[in-house]
């Protein structure tokens, strides 16, 4: 195989009470990645579209390229490649943009070298890709989109993935108002030293979050939705948070959180017309604040990244 | 009925990566209660045994007779009863000690007036006796002997109890070396804040072992029995607390932790001969430290503390 495009989903990280340990991919938007082997012996850059020129097109700095060429590395070849990133979802906006880039140039270089390396193999080449895009290394938004489904990432390394079982009726809204919160910032609003209550409470809730999706147990999800450690500081930096939680809330939702460091938040539910009717609220909630924001509806995408190839013409 | 047996288990609570939130209950040791409603119109404690005389006699002192006045009172009568405790498990031990005890005045006194209240609403009653004998509110002890099983408690008061699912041919090895650690120094060595890398690392863990809990995943289940928070400054309590740790691993057991607050030390194992061997080995490298030790082998009880009415020739 010369040739092969790749989808790789956007994902919800920092699931409510799993910060930095749980994530979940959706069915859409998510990245594309065309990559073809050639002689030249480098990793070029050939194209990036969608992202409005602000992706840096040097192949050292872009996520894409830099990922494919640490991945040529650990293989120990220096195979040519040309690749072409369609940036298909919005970055900056908590869905984990940088994460479904590398994602996905990763799958695509590993499935044109004959899948050298299995999805579990790949995931410390993501998160080293995690490291370069956002400073610091987490696999939250990685292990997802390369895996697929809700995935617990654990250990000292946070590169112990386990794919947890989840209700296959959750779907997703999600609403990204069209403001800028710098991944960084959001990082940093967060203490490096909590206090034990906060915590015993926080590892209270993700052990009933993950009890709850293991057996299906929506109200236990629902009631161990709750993040006492980020969630507090963060949505102080996304306008009518507290206000879109409550028409969440009261409009059926499972649950309710910042995806990833925010903006994007997000409704977990169990009706996909719930979800759709949902969505249209918090938007409207943000239209009234004078904020443009984008929905998404989505199952939970079980899958991860997809080869798409014979299907040159999807990309 | 006028008169009622109640055997209330002891428990493993703490359990490691679930500081304050997860526990379970075991078989054997554990306490009894035979309690006989009359017309004194008070609450008296008629006899304490088992206890070497360490036990307080005064009935507002002793937790037993403490939680029975406090249900009374809950439930709005100034009934008479007599209690007599026998106890059958050593306290200060790691293993639940009052938590046994309260459970069994509990359920003793609740089946005596006619089951007034659930088992999830005599939780609250426990935990108010744990407050009183231990100085601090926690029910992952309480909530196990009351409940059976491996139990989560979570959100703000920490009442809201979850029976997990877990393999049913779990076994426990435990090992109390005989000395002693004081519930309170035990509480009072872990700090009011910990570093948020630490209490992602926890809740990481945590999320695992209940993921391996609920999907019979023992691989994930024993990787994810890491505490660092409260067993390394704990360990240092317990005398060869290292040592054991290794003894445990190396033999086969799943997962090696303290019990409570220690000084009593567990291994969880799949197979009971390796558990009777692992408690061998672990009781025996004590004694090489001159340290006498109890062992208990036990497989995780579902039922919690059970009523032995009719079966007066047990107490």
Not at 150 to 163: E, F, P, Q, Y
Not at 195 to 203: E, V
Not at 238 to 248: D, K, L, S, T, V
């Amino acid at each position: 195989m010369q040739s092969v495009s790749v989808f790789a989903p956007a994902t919800v990280g920092n699931l409510v009470c799993g910060f930095d340990v749980l994530g979940f991919a959706l069915e859409h938007p998510g990245d594309k990645v065309r990559m073809e082997l050639n002689d030249s012996g480098r990793v070029s850059l050939d194209l990036v579209e969608g992202d409005k020129g602000r992706l840096p097109r040097e192949p050292e700095k872009n996520i894409v390229s830099a990922v494919v060429n640490n991945f040529l590395k650990y293989i120990g070849t220096n195979q040519g490649v040309g690749i072409r990133l369609y940036k298909q979802m919005p970055f900056g906006s908590g869905l984990g943009s940088s994460a479904a880039s590398a994602v996905a140039g990763l799958v695509a270089i590993n499935e044109l070298m004959g899948q050298p390396l299995s999805r579990e193999e790949l995931l410390p080449l993501a998160i080293d890709g995690e490291r370069l895009s956002s400073g610091s290394a987490h696999a939250d938004n990685v292990a997802p989109s390369l895996l697929g489904g809700i995935v617990l990432v654990r250990g000292k390394n946070l590169n112990d993935a386990v794919k947890l079982p989840f209700p296959r009726d959750l779907v997703c809204a999600l609403v990204y108002p069209h403001i800028e919160v710098s991944t960084r910032l959001a990082r940093e609003i967060i203490p490096e030293n909590i206090m034990l209550k906060d915590a015993i409470r926080q590892w209270g809730n993700i052990a009933g979050l993950v009890a709850g999706l293991c057996t299906s147990d929506k109200a236990l999800i629902g009631r161990s939705m709750e993040d006492v450690v980020a969630e507090p500081l963060r949505s102080g930096l996304i306008p009518g948070f507290n206000c879109m939680r409550e028409i969440a809330l009261e409009n059926g939702a499972i649950g309710f959180g910042i995806s990833g460091s925010g903006p994007t938040v997000f409704a977990l539910c169990d009706d996909k017309a719930r979800a759709r009717s949902l969505a249209g609220l918090l938007r409207q909630s943000l239209d009234e604040r004078g904020i443009v924001s984008s929905t998404f509806i989505s199952d939970i995408n079980n899958e991860g990244a997809v080869v798409l190839s014979g299907k040159p013409h999807m990309v």
